[in-house]
């Protein structure tokens, strides 16, 4: 069992930047797929942006690739997630996730086991 909570959502202007932590706990040696996903309003929950826990192998959604960096540090347990040039179509909540194996599609939420309880990002004009 593992436990996931996000921190370092907030508000902010057009064109800045946030970073975002997941830490977690319980087994957390029986982690292997990590990722972020975000649910905009009035939209079904998307893939963001995932990472292996050992190799660090990444895979990014077209909308964020070259803005938003994730990493995981394993010393402390964590992950986070590097937002910047934030747009305000970038609004929305943000979920950590986790999954105990690679089956299936990174892509997919459906191939995640655990997921934290979300953190709001707003971006203003």
């Known amino acids: 069992q593992v436990h996931l909570v996000e921190s370092g959502g907030g508000l902010v202007q057009a064109g800045g930047s946030l970073r975002l932590s997941c830490a977690a706990s319980?087994?957390?040696?029986?982690?292997?797929?990590l990722g972020w996903f975000r649910q905009r309003p009035g939209r079904d929950r998307e893939f963001v942006t995932a990472?292996?826990?050992?190799?660090?192998?990444?895979n990014y959604a077209p909308s964020v690739l070259g803005r938003f960096t994730i990493d995981r540090d394993n010393a402390d347990n964590t992950m986070w997630l590097q937002m910047n040039s934030l747009r305000v179509e970038d609004t929305a909540t943000y979920y950590c996730?986790?999954?105990?194996?690679?089956?299936?599609?990174?892509?997919?939420?459906?191939?995640?086991?655990?997921w934290g309880q979300g953190t709001q990002v707003t971006v203003s004009s």
């Open positions: 996730t986790a999954g105990d194996d690679y089956r299936g599609s990174p892509y997919r939420n459906t191939s995640y086991d655990y």
């Open positions: 319980g087994r957390t040696d029986k982690r292997y797929r």
């Open positions: 990472i292996s826990w050992s190799a660090g192998s990444t």
